[in-house]
Nanobody, 125 residues
Framework: QVQLVESGGGLVQAGGSLRLSCAASGSIFSINAMGWYRQAPGKQRELVAAITSGGSTKYANSVKGRFTISRDNAKNTVYLQMNSLKPEDTAVYYC???????????????????WGQGTQVTVSS
């Protein structure tokens, strides 16, 4: 069983900052890429930022220069530092992890994407 638990969401004024955390736990063998997605009301879920196990990153154009993704491989945790927040950043933020479970490795199976439950970020104008 694998769990991803997010924390750090909340209400902030425009121009403010928040830091999201997501810790993966359970029967994990290794984690490949980890990422943050968001979904605003009435919109599709979109990629915000992603980071590989080696530290390579990519960002949505809308957050470049304002958000920073990082990870602590020893803790199986990914972070999203969000600065200069805008009202349009308001959404539910989900973390994801592409990972091998112990069972999958034993069976020679492919890695699977796991998702957190989401954390609300609200930016007021």
């Amino acid at each position: 069983q694998v769990q991803l638990v997010e924390s750090g969401g909340g209400l902030v004024q425009a121009g403010g900052s928040l830091r999201l955390s997501c810790a993966a736990s359970g029967s994990i063998f290794s984690i490949n890429a980890m990422g943050w997605y968001r979904q605003a009301p009435g919109k599709q879920r979109e990629l915000v930022a992603a980071i590989t196990s080696g530290g390579s990153t990519k960002y949505a154009n809308s957050v470049k220069g304002r958000f920073t993704i990082s990870r602590d491989n020893a803790k199986n945790t990914v972070y999203l530092q969000m600065n200069s927040l805008k009202p349009e950043d308001t959404a539910v933020y989900y973390c994801s992890a592409d990972l091998y479970t112990l069972v999958a490795v034993k069976k020679g199976e492919d890695p699977v994407d796991y998702w957190g439950q989401g954390t609300q970020v609200t930016v007021s104008s």
